[in-house]
């Protein structure tokens, strides 16, 4: 399932979610379907329990896999993933956006007041 590159510079807890990542997005592993546990894994691959978890950890926080208290981890669905991925893409660029206006001087009161208006305009949208 898993194979961990030892000549790969990266952190083995991003090579683990990264593989985990290509799993689920390959559909290798389906919907709603169990993973192995952090010991199961660690077990598997010899390595930390903690390198496991910490990988599980961020999947989590990244929107593609949930956990259930006393059943383990699952794999996310898709539409799951794909709108916990866009919204990290906007988070994205609109931390570069507002880096930028800060930049150029824009004040944060300034910055606040230009997206409570864009939700105005799109509210008022929204009713029509």
């Not at 709603?32 to 010991?39: A, L, T």
């Not at 593609?64 to 906007?90: C, D, N, P, W």
Request: proline residues 2%.
């Amino acid at each position: 399932m898993i194979q961990i590159d030892m000549s790969d510079h990266r952190p083995l807890y991003e090579q683990i979610k990264d593989k985990i990542k290509e799993l689920i997005i390959t559909g290798a592993v389906a919907e709603n379907e169990k993973i192995p546990s952090v010991r199961e894994l660690a077990q598997q691959l010899t390595i930390n329990p903690n390198t496991i978890q910490h990988a599980y950890k961020d999947l989590e926080s990244e929107g593609f896999i949930y956990s259930v208290r006393a059943k383990g981890s699952f794999v996310a669905t898709a539409s799951h993933i794909k709108k916990k991925t866009e919204m990290q893409e906007l988070k994205t660029a609109f931390e570069g956006n507002v880096k930028q206006a800060c930049f150029l001087g824009v004040s944060k009161d300034e910055l606040i007041r230009t997206v409570n208006e864009i939700y105005k305009e799109q509210e008022m949208t929204a009713d029509d």
